[in-house]
């Protein structure tokens, strides 16, 4: 089964304490991104990856770190999480360049206090 | 001005509606329009895609771009309770780079 998995789906921490999103996809996608989500903003793109080792910012990089040492894998970093990081982070990956085969994770939800 | 604008809503519509969901774009080089679909608690899903102008259909959902007006809508023929979801519009130029309205809520009511 096509599956994009992230971990932890909840975590509450507080602000300065150093976490990572895992994000792990088993399509083979080359391409993959973090999005978050805010009410009334929408899905706002944070970092892309094209390949391993190839990453690009995407609306809302302050603040995050990513890594794509293995193509499956797509970690989220925040070395120093602050509250208006509190959101709902997604990963996606996807089969094409067009972005019209994108699948995205079930979501972690994040509440820096 | 955001280059996606999408109404909230919530739209609330009782069940065997139509249901008509838009967004406008300011993007003249946007090519590829998705409408996906977010349940509570859940991550977006495709429901429908299209390139360039046009109509497409699947089952009950039928899918338009007027690049013209850079208008898209999302047409639902016989709206179930199972249809009550947020749906996001999505436009891209081709790259990696999605942009996302922010979602119309739509409740059909049994």
């Known amino acids: 089964e096509a599956q994009v998995t992230q971990n932890p789906r909840y975590l509450i921490t507080v602000t300065g304490k150093k976490l990572t999103v895992t994000c792990s996809q088993n399509m083979n996608h080359e391409y993959m991104s973090w999005y978050r989500q805010d009410p009334g903003l929408g899905l706002r793109q944070i970092y892309y990856s094209m390949n391993v080792e190839v990453t690009d910012k995407g609306d809302v990089p302050e603040g995050y770190k990513v890594s794509r040492k293995e193509k499956r894998n797509f970690p989220l970093i925040l070395e120093s999480p602050s509250p208006n990081q509190t959101s709902l982070y997604f990963c996606a990956s996807s089969l094409s360049q067009a972005g019209n085969t994108i699948y995205f994770g079930e979501g972690s939800w994040l509440t820096v206090v | 001005q955001k280059e996606v604008e999408q109404d909230p809503g919530p739209l609330s519509v009782p069940e065997g509606a139509i249901v008509s969901l838009n967004c406008t774009y300011s993007n003249s080089a946007f090519q590829y329009f998705m409408w996906y679909r977010q349940y509570s608690r859940k991550g977006p899903e495709l429901l429908m895609y299209t390139y360039s102008s046009g109509n497409k259909e699947d089952g009950r959902f039928t899918a338009q771009v007027d690049k013209s007006s850079k208008y898209i809508s999302l047409f639902i023929r016989d709206s179930q309770p199972s249809d009550s979801a947020t749906y996001l519009c999505?436009?891209?130029?081709?790259?990696?780079?999605?942009?996302f309205g922010t979602g119309t809520r739509l409740l059909v009511s049994p």
């Open positions: 999505a436009m891209n130029t081709g790259f990696q780079k999605l942009v």
